[in-house]
């Protein structure tokens, strides 16, 4: 069976310094992969997918970028944090391949990582 | 703009008091809505798939539909362990999910 898995849990860092999630799925190859991110009373947002090894598509413009230099790897950097890159931070997987000839079908999510900026 | 609505934002049931989620959408083209239930501190969990109007899903004592413009999640006498927090989400074009902010569900023996 496929399993998805996130580190570090919980990170607490101060403002400017670097960051690194990391995100590996296991039990599958060539998975679509994503970053989403989750603030307090606000829906999932996406920050990035990937279809291919290094193929990064960005969807909304920030301090973050997302690498994905293994198939089944997916990793989320900043150089420098702000006050602002403070939340709940999820990878997910969704199996590569269609269905009625679209890409869909469902995400599956890893257990998440919570980033505090002081 | 394409937007997903769920209300309400809580709900507080009495196990078995049953009762249904709305999730109300207005992005064109849609692909396919996704139900998740999320307990805190986790990452969603996967429920359920619709992708055309008039489908129902279930599992266990939950129940999934969908209309042209909404879906509806029915839980049936629920228990204490139905407590969280449940996610919809809608596909349009490619790639592209967007979530509502959820229904925060407590379920009291």
């Known amino acids: 069976s496929q399993t998805i898995h996130q580190w570090p849990a919980t990170l607490v860092q101060p403002v400017g310094s670097p960051l690194s999630l990391e995100c590996t799925v296991e039990g599958t190859s060539n998975p679509n992969l994503y970053w989403y991110r989750q603030a307090a009373g606000r829906g999932l947002q996406l920050l990035f997918y990937s279809v291919g090894i290094g193929q990064i598509s960005s969807e909304v413009p920030q301090n973050l970028s997302a690498s994905r230099p293994q198939d089944r790897q997916f990793i989320l950097s900043s150089k420098k944090l702000l006050l602002s890159d403070s939340g709940f931070y999820l990878c997910?997987?969704?199996?590569?391949?269609?269905?009625?000839?679209?890409?869909?079908?469902?995400?599956?999510f890893g257990e998440g990582s919570r980033l505090t900026v002081l | 703009e394409d937007q997903v609505t769920q209300s309400p934002e809580a709900l507080r049931l009495q196990e078995g008091e049953s009762s249904s989620l709305n999730c109300s959408y207005t992005v064109s083209g849609l692909r396919g809505l996704f139900w998740y239930r999320q307990d805190p501190g986790k990452g969603p969990e996967f429920l359920f798939t619709?992708?055309?109007a008039g489908e129902e899903k279930e599992k266990e004592r939950l129940k999934a539909t969908l209309t042209k413009k909404e879906s509806f999640l029915h839980i049936t006498a629920p228990k204490p362990e139905d407590s969280a927090t449940y996610l919809c989400?809608?596909?349009?074009?490619?790639?592209?999910?967007?979530f509502g902010t959820g229904t925060r569900l407590l379920v009291s023996p």
């Open positions: 989400a809608v596909e349009k074009g490619f790639q592209k999910l967007v």
């Open positions: 619709l992708y055309s």
């Open positions: 997910a997987w969704r199996p590569r391949g269609s269905v009625k000839g679209l890409n869909t079908g469902e995400l599956f």
